[in-house]
């Protein structure tokens, strides 16, 4: 499908999104969200779609956040929306059984810092930069990033970086655990394909598996969490190929994960 202001490619069941709005440094305007989710909507229900990755067109921007043109108008009801609506496309991106990887090629500010930490895995450019500049703007994060980078990076240092809106190198961000690996510029999407092929390589259902246990064990109390794991340890055991990966293992050869 043909989209205005995203680039899409599907190479051996990894799907690229990369958003495209040259003019606006990749700004996430209602249209560029609408298509993201759209992207997102079809790569959940595509089979050949066992990997997503979202980057930013060029080499300046991931993406510099929400339009900031779009914002300046909205009345307090409509910027609900707008909050909700774009906090929706995020949850879709975080809650999607496949993985999903930021490759964060340069800005990622406002909303589209809050868009990599929606992603499963965060890959930087040693020239990326990551900010929540928008208390600047007497605004605040509204699409997730405040709930999220918490998690990530502490209360603390969100706070430091939300109530000064200062921006973050590539390797600052890593130090705090907001970006997970960060790479030469050139490399970018080589690395994070070739991590994107190793995640391929595992057993898709423990990678499914994987994925709820981490987010939704997040959000439960330690006890529930650790029962929620026992059942999904115990389900990994209804599959093919978890006797596959451990019988490979056993005779020396390398598993062929079927899915089932
Ligand atoms: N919205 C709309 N347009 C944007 C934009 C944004 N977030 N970011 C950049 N642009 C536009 C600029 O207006 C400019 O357009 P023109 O050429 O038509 O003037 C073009 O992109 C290039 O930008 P600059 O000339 O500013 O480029 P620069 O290299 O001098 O600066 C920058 C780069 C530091 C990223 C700067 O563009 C900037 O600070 N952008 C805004 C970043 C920001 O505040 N993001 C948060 C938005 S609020 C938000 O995201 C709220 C939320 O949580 C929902």
Same mark, same amino acid.
């Given at each position: 499908?043909? @989209?205005?202001?995203?680039?899409?490619?599907?190479?051996?069941?990894?799907?690229?999104?990369?958003?495209?709005?040259?003019?606006?440094?990749?700004?996430?305007?209602?249209?560029?969200?609408?298509?993201?989710?759209?992207?997102?909507?079809?790569?959940?229900?595509?089979?050949?779609?066992?990997?997503?990755?979202?980057?930013?067109?060029?080499?300046?921007?991931?993406?510099?956040?929400?339009?900031?043109?779009?914002?300046?108008?909205?009345?307090?009801?409509?910027?609900?929306?707008?909050?909700?609506?774009?906090? *929706?496309?995020?949850?879709?991106?975080?809650?999607?059984?496949?993985?999903?990887?930021?490759?964060?090629?340069? @800005? !990622?500010?406002?909303?589209?810092?809050?868009?990599?930490?929606?992603?499963?895995?965060?890959?930087?450019?040693?020239?990326?930069?990551?900010?929540?500049?928008?208390?600047?703007?007497?605004?605040?994060?509204?699409?997730?990033?405040?709930?999220?980078?918490?998690?990530?990076?502490?209360?603390?240092?969100?706070?430091? @970086?939300?109530?000064?809106?200062?921006?973050?190198?590539?390797?600052? !961000?890593?130090?705090?655990?907001?970006?997970?690996?960060?790479?030469?510029?050139?490399?970018?999407?080589?690395?994070?394909?070739?991590? !994107?092929?190793?995640?391929?390589?595992?057993?898709?259902?423990?990678?499914?598996?994987?994925?709820?246990?981490?987010?939704? *064990?997040? %959000?439960?109390?330690?006890?529930?969490?650790?029962?929620?794991?026992?059942?999904?340890?115990?389900?990994?055991?209804?599959?093919?190929?978890?006797?596959?990966?451990?019988?490979?293992?056993?005779?020396?050869?390398?598993?062929?994960?079927? %899915?089932?």
């Amino acid at each position: 499908m043909a @989209y205005n202001n995203l680039l899409t490619n599907l190479e051996e069941g990894i799907y690229t999104i990369s958003i495209n709005r040259p003019d606006a440094l990749n700004a996430l305007s209602v249209a560029v969200l609408t298509e993201l989710l759209e992207a997102i909507r079809q790569a959940k229900d595509d089979d050949e779609v066992k990997l997503i990755i979202i980057t930013g067109h060029g080499e300046k921007a991931f993406a510099a956040g929400a339009d900031i043109a779009e914002m300046r108008d909205l009345k307090a009801l409509e910027a609900r929306e707008y909050s909700l609506f774009g906090q *929706g496309v995020y949850k879709e991106i975080e809650n999607i059984d496949k993985p999903t990887i930021a490759a964060i090629n340069g @800005y !990622a500010l406002g909303g589209g810092c809050e868009l990599i930490m929606a992603c499963d895995i965060r890959i930087a450019s040693e020239k990326a930069k990551l900010a929540l500049p928008e208390v600047g703007l007497g605004i605040i994060p509204g699409w997730g990033g405040m709930h999220r980078l918490p998690r990530l990076i502490g209360k603390g240092q969100s706070k430091f @970086y939300v109530f000064t809106g200062e921006m973050m190198t590539a390797a600052e !961000a890593h130090n705090m655990g907001l970006v997970d690996k960060v790479v030469p510029a050139d490399e970018l999407i080589e690395y994070t394909k070739k991590i !994107a092929k190793t995640i391929l390589s595992k057993a898709p259902i423990s990678i499914k598996v994987a994925k709820a246990v981490i987010d939704k *064990g997040m %959000n439960m109390d330690p006890e529930t969490g650790i029962d929620y794991l026992a059942e999904a340890f115990a389900t990994i055991f209804s599959t093919e190929d978890y006797r596959e990966g451990l019988t490979a293992f056993l005779e020396k050869r390398k598993a062929d994960f079927k %899915n089932k």
